[in-house]
């Protein structure tokens, strides 16, 4: 197998699909093993099988397995439409079942927890603030947030313009606590931060250039460290937050799919069993006769 395709494929996901540097980092990784795996070897459904053996030797989880298998399934697509290969091996090729995992979310009084130990006095709070009252607002993904420029904003109409994944773009609504963070943010703090300098992100460091998800994850794990939050909190907690939060609100899930930038609405789905075991839980502890 040509080790020399590789980066012309991460160059696609980058340019193309508009993935983000984590993402591309771990197909990478993903890549590297099955290169490797193929050397000299006949790309074949034969070949496919044993990688798929080969994984399983290695003790991988069933989870990363079908991760690195929907990654060698990607990567011969591409090969395939670039006229590279003629057949895609790993296109048939099954892929484990996977237990269903419910999407971890914070519940109402957390949220509330998180934002409270936001120290809003120093300019660096207040860009806080304002990046986890827009990500909880918005839904919107963490690498959609550090890409955001001042002009995706028109905070006229509670909006926001977002390039999301395989680079479609989609309008986010944004409410009046998000609005006044930004608000908050743009009239001074920014300034202070970029201390003269000129920037077109929306979301800058103390040095001025645009924080990076790492960065934005470091300080949203600070935080719920500090509001003494035990379970694990990550940008996407609060995304999954927004997107229970509405439903239990009544929004309708096309709705929700639409705002989160679900190319299916069976990956929405997956918040409708959040609020279904939400529901049992507060109706066992409720109700009198429910034991």
């Known amino acids: 197998m040509d080790s020399s395709l590789l980066p012309a494929y991460l160059r696609h996901l980058q340019n193309e699909r508009n993935f983000s ?100 006095r120093q300019a ?50 944004f409410g009046s606590h998000a609005k006044s963070a930004l608000n908050d943010y743009l009239g001074r703090a920014r300034s202070e931060l970029l201390k003269g300098r000129k920037a077109a992100a929306l979301f800058v460091g103390r040095r001025g250039s645009r924080l990076t998800p790492r960065q934005v994850e470091r300080l949203i794990r600070f935080y719920a460290a500090k509001a003494g939050i035990t379970k694990k909190v990550t940008p996407h907690t609060l995304r999954h937050s927004f997107a229970t939060h509405l439903l239990e609100g009544g929004a309708d899930l096309r709705m929700v799919q639409e705002l989160l930038g679900h190319v299916s609405l069976s990956t929405t789905q997956v918040y409708t069993h959040v609020t279904k075991e939400r529901l049992k839980k507060v109706y066992d502890l409720a109700h009198p006769r429910a034991k």
Do not use: C
């Open 21 to 120: 540097p984590h993402t591309i980092s771990n197909y990478e990784r993903d890549l590297d093993f099955l290169i490797t795996f193929l050397d000299r070897k006949e790309v074949d459904r034969l070949a496919a099988r044993e990688y798929l053996l080969a994984l399983e030797k290695h003790k991988y989880s069933r989870r990363s397995i079908a991760r690195k298998l929907s990654a060698a399934r990607s990567f011969f697509r591409y090969l395939q439409r670039e006229k590279k290969l003629k057949a895609n091996p790993f296109q048939s090729l099954l892929t484990p079942k996977l237990p269903k995992k419910l999407p971890n979310f914070l519940y109402p009084e957390e949220v509330r927890a998180l934002f409270g130990v936001v120290d809003k």
């Open 124 to 173: 660096a709070g207040q860009r806080d603030a304002a990046i986890l009252e827009l990500i909880y607002g918005t839904g919107m993904r963490v690498v959609e947030v550090t890409s955001l420029n001042v002009n995706d904003l028109d905070r006229g109409d509670n909006e926001i313009r977002v390039l999301g994944k395989g680079s479609k773009e989609r309008i986010v609504l």
